[in-house]
């Protein structure tokens, strides 16, 4: 990440000033809109009381995400501008070592913004990108927000779905999708819903579930004993215990 | 607030929701920065954790606020671009039950922002905003980040500073002046220098250190006692004990 911006790597906040300067870039390139600074602050939040780390139970999530997506018929990763601003590259190779879609779905869409963010991932590699076909609907959202592609997120089984907004996360559980949720307040509705919340920053959740994937894929592996051995509400509580740990500790 | 945006009052968020819309409105304005929207969202996710309301112990550091400013000799109330756009009438009453100046000051200065500024501050209300002078410095910083008013914060013996930066709170403290800091973030360094720390979102703050200093106008109220009563440390921890509450009570 050192050609990004003038940071040394030795600064005690250089991961943050990275992803901060990345997400600032983002809207210079107008993929990230306002709502997006404004969830990233959110973000970098629960991220600093978390502890700036991957914790053991998010390092569990990531894996039974990567085995959820290698075992899916028809997986998708959906992504929006923060993502597409944070983690180009990687949101390529994770699609690339689950053989997982990747699809454009935005809070607030326009097409605009997602044919920027299509060849924003283009450019980083990504042969396919969804998102602006929009002939499929989710129930139970107003027009704009339930536009996705019918052979997208309108036919997953499996989505992962970093930083998504709570009517959303819920719409598609309803639809009875497997979602998986990349959201740092391990209270939000999104990760609530979720089959799988990860309460990780998506900076270090996204090369970490590619990992998880790539040891996965090994012959014999047994997908379904990592997926049941997953428990959503222990992971919840867990990323919650930490973030409100009762030790003053600092 | 309800000329501001099109959100019932009933509804659960509508606090946060309008303090968003006014956030917003006021990047449309060019009074808030990028790195603005950022900050509020951080504020946004440490005030979910508060509970979204006044703790005893920021209504205390508020009462000791006011009678920080009531009993200075030069008050002045320091004004970012997020403070501006949030509670502009605010600021203008602050200023005038106390007798304090405004200034505005700001992380990425620009003449032109400074100006905006000003006049939104007109516009509601302010007789004279300080901080186009710039004709004092603040010593240890560099050369943008350290201006300020010779007859402003320069000479201040007490500065309000809402939703300050780490380094320039610890500027203004090392010249001696009694810095009275709002920030949602208890564990930050602004928070940890000031005097009194006000662990609040701007919007309830703002208004209730007017109405206590109104109250400490009253003859015969003995400021210092009311000063010397507050323990920025109780403070400090109290606010931070809410924010990590230990029994998960949701």
Request: glycine share 8%; aromatic share 2%.
């Amino acid at each position: 990440m050192s050609d990004d911006v003038d940071v040394p790597e030795s600064h005690p906040r250089y991961a943050s000033l990275v992803t901060r300067h990345r997400i600032e870039a983002g809207v210079e390139k107008g993929i990230t809109s306002r709502q997006g600074l404004i969830a990233q602050g959110r973000g970098e939040a629960y991220d600093y009381l978390l502890g700036e780390t991957t914790i053991d139970s998010a390092d569990a999530a990531e894996r039974a995400a990567a085995a959820h997506l290698l075992g899916a018929d028809d997986p998708v990763v959906s992504v929006n501008g923060n993502a597409a601003a944070l983690v180009p590259g990687e949101l390529v190779d994770l699609a690339a070592a689950t053989g997982a879609a990747l699809e454009v779905n935005l809070f607030n869409r326009t097409e605009a913004r997602i044919e920027r963010i299509a060849a924003h991932l283009r450019d980083h590699g990504a042969a396919a990108v969804k998102g602006l076909t929009a002939d499929g609907r989710i129930p139970g959202l107003d027009h704009e927000r339930a536009k996705v592609d019918a052979d997208g997120i309108g036919d997953a089984d499996v989505v992962l779905v970093p930083l998504e907004d709570g009517d959303r996360a819920e719409a598609l559980g309803e639809m009875g999708k497997t979602e998986l949720v990349v959201d740092l307040n391990p209270m939000s509705r999104s990760a609530e819903v979720a089959a799988v919340p990860i309460v990780d920053n998506v900076v270090r959740a996204l090369p970490n579930i590619t990992a998880h994937a790539r040891e996965l894929r090994e012959p014999d592996t047994d997908l379904d004993t990592v997926v049941a051995e997953f428990d959503p509400d222990d992971a919840r509580a867990a990323a919650e215990q930490q973030i409100r740990r009762a030790e003053l500790d600092d």
